[in-house]
């Protein structure tokens, strides 16, 4: 027996050494290896959202900046779905953000929700022992200041990155890009960089330690300043108050600030998501910023670049005098009316536009020619589109030869089209940004600065492609349309500061009454200011978008 | 003052685990010290019991034995009928049934006439009810630490080494035919075997190898032909029925990243451990192992690997020293019991072997089990104190 008994002792032993074998590899030779899988059994990482960086306008004042609102996080594989459907049916939260299924950052929480109710927290907290892995805390979230809500549409909102931007991006679950407006275009600029906080949890996901080791803080996004001048806009606002639809830039052509770029009906930046199916509904279209989308035809704006053209061809200079108005001018055996059915009689060309004349323009495009109208035209690289650093600007439109040709077939292709051309009829769209644009070009003899609302490092210049000594005219015109003895927008003139500017009435198609429109500069001799002003279905230039005009003018210029 | 050298390692084994269980779960910590309070009482009662009278009589042992493990068939409740309800008290009477079941193997292998090839197939036979009903409860783990004893025991008492292996090779055959590699080195192991036996014996050498060759054959296909997918799966569930609770791999991974991380010093006073944070799972019985590594490293351990050696040579010399047949063999059986409890456990800790619910021998949570094992311990201790 004994012998026997030492077989089977001495086996135990030897397993004994094979077990004391093993432990050696485990606790001395990866020791190491074990360390860090302990660790990273109970270190959970938080995010901490950066604060997105602030947007005021030219004087300072806050237009976007930030609240703290409550989180809720989960760390991800604690709960089971109907877990989590019943934390949202206590929270009183309809939707998941994410399908945390996707999600196997396992060491990582998750954002759930941002923006959660203080209710619907405090039930959450109430049975927080039902949901372990879930974590709320406050977080810094976008908001806008709701006085200057008319800025909506140059601000644009914020919405969580969906899953394609959040691999571009290289965004964390949760965090927010900027969608239209300044939102959009300086996002990386705005979105500053997360933070980490660290979080000990027990294997069911409870936390049992916060900030084992220092968090890693977040770095705030950078604080832009826009040329907007937030009150400037509010003024607009109450301006606008009778009217439905419209739009209206203030702009320096010198520099390419835009200290306005006013829509309406415009959306609340901090309520867009929650109201985006109203606003795609509404009838008067609030998701399109008029001022840069709305396209409209110029109506006798673009009598302006007629002159021009003329002048440029050589076919009339300042003192050129057509047969005298008489209310209607016939052409072969049509014959066309002027606005003035009374008749202007024989004018020049400043006083042409002063008053606009139909009849005279008529005659300026039918001294042109109209191919040579039209190539001429394509050659003064009108700025139908701006380039303004707000996404989406729409691209106003000029027709050319071959559109005319390709529209009416080759032999319906008349002189005669070019009487219709020259008072700014037919398909010839512009936003209200670039006839700001066209105007400052005009008032500065052939430049503009492109229009920013964030100051970029180098700002370009667009050019109008007319001889600078060739504007005379033109600004003599504008001038006389508010200063003038007839002027069309005679009513808005000042003693102290000279303005000029052209109105314009656009017919359209719904015989409903006409979109007003005017466009101005200010001072005459030294533009500094545009002011371009279009009311929808508001009446002529001069009844409604001039006086705007002028109040807007009278308060840059602080005259009561 | 001879009892302290019988009482002394287990003793401070068991106070290892008591001082852990505190570290685990006051409530655990309280009761076990209770049970270890009673464990001794016990030990110093049975210690005096003077088996010469009776353990002549084997039946004395094998039917109480095989009452207590018909009982919980009948009264225990739930799908696994392992516990049964006495005022309060839940026990297990599988466990209390090996005390039985060894002294009924010191009783039937006292006897020389025993001791032979017809005897151990005697011997088998009354065991096999045994084995048997602890497998229809089903607790695999029990069934296999009886199967353990009783095969130690044969061997130990001078049962034909060769007629050991022929029954053994019939279970070893089944289960190693899963795996090429395993089956493989048994028919190479059987044939060096054969080689180096003294007497070469022509029909036990081919009833062998059929033996292999039939269970090795048989076994994968009726496994994988014969029995349908959802049968193969009450098989493994039947096998392992607390499979359910967390897969075992994961457990097994924890216990590693416990004893892995704790080093060469072990860390005492860490507050971010695996057992604090509730990922070492069950640390105070299938993994109490882990538990008291992680506390005490790769140093502590090797203590207790001394202190178990210290057992293991105390049962040692009490086969050498004793005169009488049944003294040795109840320490024979006594020590395959604490082998198998401290070698199966620990290897299902480092990953070894699956995880089993086997509990670590005077470390593991459980009542029932350090009351056996310290009346073992007292049973074997008295008879060899008195030398009867």
């Known amino acids: 027996m004994e012998r026997r008994t030492k077989v089977v002792v001495f086996l135990t032993l030897f397993v004994f050494l094979l077990f004391v074998f093993k432990l050696f590899k485990i606790q001395i030779i990866d020791h190491e290896r074990y360390r860090k899988l302990s660790r990273s059994n109970y270190l959970r990482v938080i995010k901490v959202p950066a604060i997105r960086g602030d947007i005021l306008d030219r004087n300072g004042e806050k237009l976007a900046y930030w609240k703290p609102v409550f989180r809720i996080s989960v760390l991800p594989g604690v709960l089971n779905r109907s877990k989590l459907r019943k934390l949202f049916k206590i929270a009183g939260l309809d939707s998941l953000s994410y399908d945390v299924d996707t999600f196997s950052l396992k060491r990582t929480y998750i954002t759930l929700k941002r923006g959660v109710g203080f209710e619907a927290i405090s039930n959450i907290e109430e049975n927080i022992d039902e949901f372990p892995g879930v974590v709320i805390d406050a977080v810094p979230a976008r908001y806008y200041n709701e006085d200057y809500s008319c800025v909506s549409e140059i601000l644009g909102y914020v919405q969580e990155a969906t899953e394609e931007e959040l691999k571009k991006y290289n965004l964390e679950v949760g965090d927010v890009v900027g969608r239209r407006g300044i939102e959009a275009v300086y996002d990386s600029i705005l979105r500053g960089r997360n933070g980490k906080r660290f979080l000990v949890v027990d294997s069911r996901g409870n936390i049992v330690e916060r900030d084992p080791t220092p968090p890693i803080p977040p770095v705030k996004g950078k604080t832009l300043r826009t040329t907007i001048d937030a009150n400037l806009m509010v003024y607009i606002d109450s301006l606008f108050i009778p009217y439905r639809k419209g739009a209206c830039v203030v702009y320096k052509p010198s520099t390419g600030e835009v200290l306005a770029l006013y829509t309406k009906p415009y959306f609340n930046s901090n309520t867009f998501l929650a109201d985006f199916k109203k606003l795609l509904k509404d009838t008067l279209h609030p998701l399109i910023n008029r001022a840069i989308q709305g396209t409209y035809p110029p109506g006798s704006i673009f009598k302006l670049i007629s002159a021009l053209v003329a002048l440029k061809t050589k076919s009339v200079s300042e003192n050129t005098v057509f047969k005298p108005c008489t209310g209607s001018f016939t052409y072969g055996n049509r014959t066309w009316g002027c606005w003035l059915k009374t008749g202007h009689g024989a004018l020049n060309l400043p006083h042409a536009i002063e008053q606009s004349c139909d009849v005279y323009f008529y005659q300026l495009g039918l001294s042109v020619g109209f191919k040579r109208f039209l190539d001429v035209l394509d050659s003064l690289n009108v700025p139908l589109y701006t380039g303004i650093d707000i996404p989406h600007e729409k691209r106003g439109f000029l027709p050319s030869y071959e559109w005319y040709v390709k529209r009416l077939g080759k032999y319906n292709v008349t002189e005669g089209y070019v009487l219709n051309l020259a008072i700014g009829q037919g398909e010839i769209l512009f936003t209200p940004i670039s006839l700001a644009v066209l105007t400052g070009e005009i008032a500065q003899r052939g430049f503009a600065i492109r229009p920013y609302v964030v100051k970029p490092d180098k700002p370009d210049t667009l050019i109008l492609n007319v001889d600078s000594n060739l504007f005379g005219p033109v600004l003599k015109g504008a001038y006389l349309v508010v200063n003038g003895e007839h002027g069309t927008a005679r009513g808005i003139a000042l003693d102290s500061i000279k303005i000029a500017g052209k109105t314009g009435s656009a017919e359209n198609p719904h015989g409903k009454k006409t979109h007003s429109l005017f466009t101005a500069f200010v001072p005459y001799n030294n533009p500094e200011y545009v002011v371009t002003v279009v009311v929808e279905n508001a009446g002529h230039g001069g009844e409604v978008a001039a006086p705007i005009a002028g109040k807007i003018i009278r308060r840059l210029y602080h005259i009561e | ?388």
Request: glycine content about 8%.
């Open chain 2, 1 to 388: 003052m001879k009892m302290l050298k019988a009482l002394f390692v287990p003793l401070l084994i068991s106070l290892i685990g008591i001082v852990e269980l505190s570290r685990i779960n006051k409530s655990y910590f309280e009761r076990q010290l209770i049970f270890l309070i009673m464990a001794v009482v016990i030990f110093l009662i049975v210690r005096r019991i003077n088996m010469k009278k009776i353990i002549h009589h084997y039946l004395f042992f094998y039917i109480p034995g095989l009452l207590l493990l018909i009982m919980p068939l009948f009264m225990a409740h739930g799908h696994v009928k392992r516990w049964i309800n006495l005022g309060g008290f839940s026990f297990q009477p599988s466990e209390v049934a090996k005390i039985f079941f060894i002294l009924f193997m010191a009783s039937y292998f006292d006897k020389k006439e025993n001791r032979t090839t017809h005897g151990f197939i005697k011997g088998l036979l009354l065991s096999g009810l045994y084995f048997a009903l602890v497998f229809i409860e089903p607790d695999f783990a029990t069934a296999s630490t009886y199967i353990f004893i009783f095969a130690v025991v044969s061997y130990v008492v001078g049962i034909d080494f060769s007629v050991l292996l022929l029954f053994a090779l019939a279970p070893l055959s089944a289960i190693f035919s899963f795996s090429w590699v395993l089956y493989l080195t048994l028919i190479v192991v059987l044939t060096v075997y054969l080689f180096l036996m003294e007497k070469r014996r022509f029909f036990f050498a081919i009833s062998m190898y059929t033996i292999v060759f039939a269970f090795g054959l048989f076994t994968p296909y009726i496994w994988n032909r014969v029995l349908k997918p959802y049968q193969r799966q009450r098989v493994i569930s039947f096998l392992d029925p607390e499979k359910h609770r967390d897969t075992s791999g994961w457990q097994v991974y924890q216990g590693k990243i416990a004893l892995g991380a704790a080093g060469f010093w072990g860390r005492f006073g860490e507050s971010f451990n695996q057992k604090n944070l509730k990922f070492l799972p069950a640390p105070h019985t299938d993994f109490i192992f882990s538990s008291i590594g992680e506390d005490v490293g790769f140093l502590g351990l090797l203590i207790l690997f001394t202190l178990y050696t210290f057992l293991l040579f105390y049962f040692y010399e009490v086969i050498k020293k004793s005169r009488k047949g049944y003294i040795k063999i109840s320490a024979v059986g006594t020590l395959a019991f604490f082998i198998y409890h401290i070698i199966f456990n620990i290897a299902s800790n480092l990953g070894l072997f699956p995880v089993a619910g086997i509990p670590l021998a005077f470390l593991s949570y459980g009542g029932t089990h350090l009351l056996t094992e310290y009346t073992l311990l007292g049973i074997v201790d008295g008879m060899y104190e008195r030398g009867e």
